[in-house]
């Protein structure tokens, strides 16, 4: 099976058609033709106002033709008794101009689903999710979260990733990435009988550089559907829909937290090199070891800002915990924070900075690319192929 869709843009040079281009260049899963309409899964065509029944009947043609190899249309002017004819006819998706990037990005997610389904049916885990804890506050959580996320995007061209976040009650991702999320977890939760891929993708925040958030509640009312039970629904889709899904999970140890935990794939503490941080070290080891068997294996201990010379030695928190730590962040206060007051990513502002090449080995370390020898469906949705994944 093809790994990518090929679209035909039947266009002329417009501010409509670089609006498609650029949806479609970010997306991995979409390849566009020069020429070749006919072999084309996706035609987007531009309507021509003047050209009356006539263009009517040629678009009406076309559809037949094609058969489930899907049109979308976009026009400056259009009747609204016309359009509802073409729709009648088999056009799946209208665009009116000017062209907003939000509804051609979410068409085309719904037309890689329309094309899953008929594909057959997905496997049940996909992406692999990575938690990332604080040990504390201040040990740079939401640095290491962002910048993991970000990191991870690098991994393989085309690589879907997501940033949640669940540092309660001020999550400051959106900060980190200088977006204005207009949507929240919560409302999500709030509405989980309408969650599926299509629905989770309008309520999530894009940023440029092709990560996508889901930014956290600003209100206790909020939170009234945010349940273990919510939580869990949401996740499994996410690690259908995501490569790659990192989660902000704050510094607080709750039902929801733990089932987050527990649902994960690795969960990584992150602390500092200092005594009040090995104490809470040690007390969330003690509580994840009663709460749940079989977390402790998933733990991942992250020295972040870790100095070579320092009262507190790694080797010596290693001893003090009978376990070793899995990476070290170095030190570099002034590179980061002038990311975050830029609201930007180290790839961004620092890609060379040792701080940097950390994270993103650490982003390898913790989520591989997915086995190439692996069957998968559009869009990172593996297809069944009798084994589990």
């Not at 980190?176 to 949507?183: E, G, S, V, W």
């Not at 509405?191 to 206790?220: E, K």
């Not at 961004?348 to 591989?368: F, G, N, Q």
Request: charged letters at 25%.
């Amino acid at each position: 099976m093809r790994d990518k869709l090929t679209v035909f843009l039947d266009m002329e040079a417009s501010p409509a058609r670089l609006v498609f281009e650029e949806c479609l260049s970010e997306d991995g899963d979409f390849e566009v033709l020069g020429d070749g309409e006919e072999f084309a899964d996706l035609l987007v065509r531009e309507l021509d106002a003047a050209g009356g029944e006539e263009e009517l009947e040629a678009v009406a043609e076309i559809v037949a033709r094609r058969g489930d190899r899907e049109v979308f249309l976009t026009a400056g002017a259009y009747d609204t008794e016309i359009l509802m004819r073409l729709m009648r006819q088999g056009v799946r998706e209208f665009f009116p101009q000017p062209v907003s990037h939000e509804e051609v990005r979410m068409a085309l997610w719904r037309l890689k689903a329309r094309r899953e389904s008929r594909l057959g049916p997905r496997g049940s885990k996909q992406g692999r999710i990575v938690n990332v804890f604080g040990a504390k506050g201040g040990v740079g959580t939401t640095t290491l979260a962002v910048n993991l996320a970000a990191a991870c995007l690098t991994h393989k061209p085309g690589a879907t990733v997501a940033l949640m976040d669940m540092n309660l009650p001020f999550g400051e991702a959106q900060l980190f990435l200088d977006i204005a999320p207009k949507y929240h977890w919560g409302e999500v939760l709030g509405n989980i009988s309408r969650l599926d891929a299509t629905y989770l993708m309008s309520v999530m925040s894009r940023h440029a550089s092709g990560l996508y958030l889901l930014a956290p509640p600003s209100r206790l009312d909020d939170l009234q559907m945010a349940t273990p039970e919510n939580i869990s629904r949401l996740l499994d889709l996410m690690r259908q829909v995501f490569d790659t899904v990192v989660i902000d999970l704050g510094m607080y140890l709750d039902e929801i937290t733990l089932k987050v935990m527990d649902i994960s794939d690795a969960i990584v503490l992150v602390g500092v090199q200092n005594l009040a941080c090995l104490a809470n070290v040690r007390r969330f080891l003690d509580n994840i070891r009663h709460a749940e068997a079989g977390l402790d294996e998933k733990l991942k201990i992250v020295v972040n800002r870790h100095l070579d010379e320092s009262d507190l030695v790694v080797e010596d928190m290693e001893k003090a915990l009978a376990l070793p730590v899995f990476w070290r962040v170095p030190n570099d206060y002034k590179t980061t924070l002038s990311a975050i007051n830029q609201g930007k990513t180290l790839l961004e502002t620092a890609p060379k900075a040792p701080v940097t090449r950390s994270i993103s080995d650490l982003a390898r370390a913790l989520a591989p690319a997915p086995d190439p020898e692996r069957k998968k469906g559009l869009f990172g949705l593996k297809l069944l192929s009798g084994r589990k994944g």
